[in-house]
């Protein structure tokens, strides 16, 4: 039963355009999300979070969205760069719950930015 | 430089034999996890650790076990009984308190090769 579900396996933009990575869930007690940015042969590093109280957070280039009706949320990577290019995994919590800390992860989506 | 260490980075076994990984981290965290990524699959948590001396299961615990005896190691023992041993491996750590307990650090990670 794959819970968080990131339905896009790659995704390839241009240099200076809007990257727009996807991300569903099913388990409505989820309440805190997670980006993760990973490149080939090392470990995943985090990138932004946003908690269900919000519908929206910005750090920088990246901004996630999150729609809690749709139990949806997406990550915006504007301008996107080459060094942009890595699997970026979306990851869900059930914060203050008894998850004590599990995260259940998306399968990943490839993002390559070419110049 | 704070981090998490695992060791090796690349590891060969025969089928049949036990395999241990490192997993050492001097970010003082409390809480240390083990994960597993296959090809086009998101992590999927072996075993964690909140605390010294205590751990508990992940999701896929079988044919795995793990040992907290310090804050700084967590290794990893990859038995004979798994049935698909060959995997990246992940270990991870995070605070225990905040919300930051959930935005974990990973490891370089593992490649284990089982023939």
């Known amino acids: 039963d794959q819970q968080v579900k990131q339905n896009s396996p790659s995704l390839s933009v241009q240099e200076g355009r809007i990257s727009i990575l996807n991300c569903d869930y099913t388990n409505s007690m989820f309440d805190y999300f997670l980006w993760y940015k990973k490149y080939p042969a090392e470990g995943p590093t985090f990138l932004i979070s946003i908690s269900s109280i919000k519908d929206k957070n910005e750090d920088g280039r990246f901004t996630v969205f999150l729609n809690k009706s749709a139990k949806h949320l997406s990550l915006h990577i504007v301008p996107s760069q080459p060094g942009d290019s890595a699997v970026y995994f979306c990851?869900?919590?059930?914060?203050?719950?008894?998850?004590?800390?599990?995260?259940?992860f998306g399968q990943g989506t490839i993002l390559t930015v070419h110049p | 430089d704070g981090g998490i260490t695992q060791s090796p980075k690349y590891l060969f076994r025969k089928e049949g034999q036990n395999v241990t990984l490192s997993c050492e981290q001097n970010?003082?965290?409390?809480?240390m996890y083990w994960y597993r990524q296959d090809p086009g699959q998101g992590l999927r948590l072996i075993y964690y650790s909140h605390i010294v001396n205590d751990f508990q299961k992940g999701d896929i615990a079988e044919g795995y076990s793990v040992s907290r005896e310090k804050k700084e190691s967590f290794p990893l023992t990859v038995t004979s009984a798994q049935k698909n041993p060959t995997a990246f491996y992940l270990c991870?750590?995070?605070?225990?308190?905040?919300?930051?307990?959930?935005?974990?650090?990973f490891g370089p990670g593992t490649r284990l090769t089982v023939t």
């Open positions: 991870a750590s995070s605070p225990r308190t905040g919300l930051e307990f959930y935005e974990q650090y």
């Open positions: 990851a869900a919590v059930q914060a203050g719950g008894t998850s004590y800390g599990k995260l259940t």
């Open positions: 970010l003082n965290h409390d809480a």
